[in-house]
């Protein structure tokens, strides 16, 4: 059987480096001298020395020397720091309207994962970086379609441009989130931001989200976790939000790769690919603290 071809899909060179840095990893073998043979070589031979390791190669040597950091089962006690695993994954572009402290310098996607257990719990990861760490992609500025953002959106990017510190007092309204409340709305983030139509009119249909880019096969992930939150039982009600049933366990951080070995399955929403819904009667509802703007600054009841 021939082996699988793989291909990076997300690699954020910043943000592994970084982790590298961090933790001494040291990525290239130390040059081993040899004597150099024969009447006219003297002296030692240095050509040995390494050349530039791939991507493919950075990765596994990361792995290997964090193995005991990463986590791949999400059964484990949390707070989680480090993990590994697969999953089906949606990109979108994160839409951010507030003034936070802390602000994300870049174009920033929103990256959903999900898994489930061998307990039977579902954990869904919501994991933010750099729009340009796309390999091979280039998003446009404008979307052909319009749709809901959240009111969330400033605490959210506090929190992610903060890596996970704890929200500061004095920042108005728009940061009275305990973490569950942040937590749960990320993932509306980034199960729902873009929609126009009634929730149930998108479900299973990214492709007419506004704001989405694409989705694939992650056959591998490695992310960096800011926020474990596990949700409270008993305090979310989610049957009138379909795709919210059964979460358990969020996860929030930044991912350092997503790799495939099924590059058949990726799929892509934006340009020529995305399809806009027939308008509707029923505009999309969602709990709120207050009212969402939709991007160029409407506003949008919700």
Same mark, same amino acid.
């Given at each position: 059987?021939p082996?699988?071809?793989g291909? @990076?899909?997300y690699w954020?060179?910043?943000l592994?480096?970084?982790v &590298?840095?961090d933790?001494?990893?040291?990525?290239?073998?130390?040059v081993?001298?040899?004597l150099?043979?024969?009447? $006219?070589s003297s002296?030692?031979?240095?050509t040995?020395?390494?050349r530039?390791?791939?991507?493919f190669?950075v990765?596994?040597?990361?792995?290997?020397?964090?193995r005991?950091?990463?986590?791949?089962d999400?059964?484990?006690p949390?707070?989680?720091?480090l993990?590994?695993?697969t999953?089906?994954v =949606?990109?979108?572009?994160f839409?951010? +309207?507030? @003034?936070? !402290?802390?602000?994300?310098?870049?174009?920033t996607a929103v990256i959903?994962?999900r898994t489930?257990?061998?307990e039977?719990?579902?954990?869904?990861l919501?994991?933010?970086?750099?729009l340009k760490?796309?390999? #091979? @992609?280039?998003?446009?500025e404008?979307d052909?379609?319009?749709?809901?953002?959240s009111s969330?959106?400033?605490?959210?990017?506090e929190?992610v441009a903060s890596r996970? $510190?704890v929200? #500061?007092?004095g920042?108005?309204?728009a940061f009275?989130f305990d973490?569950?409340e942040l937590?749960?709305d990320?993932?509306?983030? $980034?199960?729902?931001?873009g &929609?126009?139509?009634? *929730?149930?009119?998108h479900m299973? !249909?990214p =492709?007419t989200?506004?704001?989405?880019?694409m989705?694939?096969?992650?056959t591998? @992930?490695v992310?960096? &976790?800011?926020?474990d939150v596990?949700? *409270?039982p008993?305090? +979310?009600?989610?049957?009138?939000?379909?795709e919210m049933i059964?979460?358990?366990r969020i996860?929030i951080?930044?991912?350092l +790769?997503?790799?495939?070995t099924r590059p058949?399955?990726i799929?892509?929403?934006?340009?020529?690919?995305?399809?806009?819904? $027939?308008?509707?009667t029923?505009?999309?509802?969602?709990q709120?603290l207050?009212?969402?703007?939709?991007? #160029?600054?409407?506003q949008m009841?919700?």
């Open positions: 059987m082996k699988l071809v291909r @990076y899909v954020s060179e910043r592994v480096r970084e &590298i840095d933790n001494g990893v040291q990525l290239e073998s130390r081993k001298p040899s150099k043979l024969g009447v $006219a002296g030692l031979d240095l040995g020395r390494d530039e390791k791939t991507t190669e990765a596994e040597k990361l792995k290997k020397k964090l005991r950091s990463i986590v791949s999400f059964d484990t949390g707070p989680l720091q993990v590994q695993g999953s089906w =949606e990109v979108a572009e839409q951010r +309207w507030g @003034y936070p !402290r802390h602000r994300l310098d870049q174009r959903h994962g489930v257990t061998r039977g719990r579902r954990v869904d919501c994991l933010f970086g750099g760490n796309l390999r #091979g @992609y280039t998003i446009p404008d052909s379609v319009r749709g809901w953002t969330a959106a400033p605490a959210i990017e929190l996970g $510190a929200l #500061g007092e920042a108005g309204d009275l973490e569950e937590a749960v990320a993932l509306k983030v $980034a199960l729902s931001q &929609i126009y139509r009634h *929730t149930d009119d299973g !249909r =492709e989200r506004a704001f989405t880019v989705g694939f096969d992650a591998e @992930y992310a960096l &976790i800011y926020k596990t949700l *409270t008993g305090r +979310w009600d989610f049957q009138n939000e379909q059964g979460t358990s996860l951080g930044a991912p +790769w997503l790799r495939t058949n399955s799929r892509t929403y934006f340009g020529s690919s995305r399809v806009e819904l $027939a308008p509707a029923r505009q999309p509802t969602r709120v207050f009212q969402p703007r939709l991007q #160029g600054g409407g009841s919700g």
